[in-house]
Structure formats: structure tokens, C-alpha cells
């Protein structure tokens, strides 16, 4: 009778450790499943980070082009009514500054 405490005992033992070494494998396992599909979600934000910064990159780029490009033509624009005035008002302006040169 005594054996068969110690050889239960014995055999409670074991799977006790079974269970045990089976947990912590178990453990193991779901810890690493974890950072795999913590990577690939990792790993897929900054992939999805990195989409939007290159599309809002080519936003900005296509705005400062229209902005630079509206700059430009209202420069010309400008520039011909500057050029105009100038022509249309030459002998006046030539008149006033011989006029404030000889005092007159």
C-alpha cells in the first residue's frame, strides 16, 4: 500500500511537470505568435505612415508648383504694366525731372 501512495504520488509528480513544462512551452510559443504579429502590424503602419507622408509630400509639391507658377505669371503680368506705363508716360516723367532738375 505504501508503494502505491509513492508510486501515485510519483506519477502526480511527473504530469504535475508535464503540465508544467507543456504550460511554459504553451507560454513560449503564444509570447513569440505575439511579437510576430506585433511586427507585421508594426511593420504595416509604418508602411501605411510612410504611403500617406509621400502623398501629402506630393500634395505639397503640387501646390508650391501652382503657387510658384501663379507668382510667376502675375511677375510677368506686372512687369507689362509696369512696361506699359512706362511707355505711355515716358515723355511725361522725362518732363517732370528736367522740370525738378532745372527747378522750374
Same mark, same amino acid.
Given at each position: 500500500?505504501?508503494?502505491?501512495?509513492?508510486? *501515485?504520488?510519483?506519477?502526480?509528480?511527473?504530469? %504535475?511537470? @508535464? &503540465?508544467?513544462?507543456?504550460? /511554459?512551452?504553451? !507560454?513560449?510559443? =503564444? +509570447?513569440?505568435?505575439?511579437?510576430?504579429?506585433?511586427?507585421?502590424?508594426?511593420?504595416?503602419?509604418?508602411?501605411?505612415?510612410?504611403?500617406?507622408?509621400?502623398?501629402? *509630400?506630393?500634395?505639397?509639391?503640387?501646390?508650391? %508648383?501652382? @503657387? &510658384?507658377?501663379?507668382?510667376? /505669371?502675375?511677375? !510677368?503680368?506686372? =512687369? +507689362?504694366?509696369?512696361?506699359?506705363?512706362?511707355?505711355?508716360?515716358?515723355?511725361?516723367?522725362?518732363?517732370?525731372?528736367?522740370?525738378?532738375?532745372?527747378?522750374?
Amino acid at each position: 500500500m505504501t508503494t502505491d501512495v509513492i508510486e *501515485t504520488l510519483s506519477s502526480i509528480d511527473t504530469r %504535475a511537470n @508535464q &503540465i508544467m513544462e507543456n504550460a /511554459l512551452a504553451r !507560454k513560449k510559443a =503564444l +509570447a513569440k505568435e505575439f511579437d510576430e504579429k506585433a511586427q507585421i502590424m508594426s511593420d504595416q503602419i509604418q508602411s501605411q505612415c510612410q504611403s500617406h507622408m509621400e502623398a501629402l *509630400t506630393r500634395e505639397l509639391d503640387e501646390e508650391n %508648383a501652382r @503657387q &510658384i507658377n501663379n507668382l510667376s /505669371l502675375q511677375a !510677368k503680368e506686372d =512687369l +507689362a504694366a509696369l512696361d506699359e506705363n512706362y511707355k505711355t508716360n515716358h515723355d511725361k516723367y522725362v518732363r517732370e525731372i528736367f522740370s525738378r532738375i532745372i527747378g522750374a
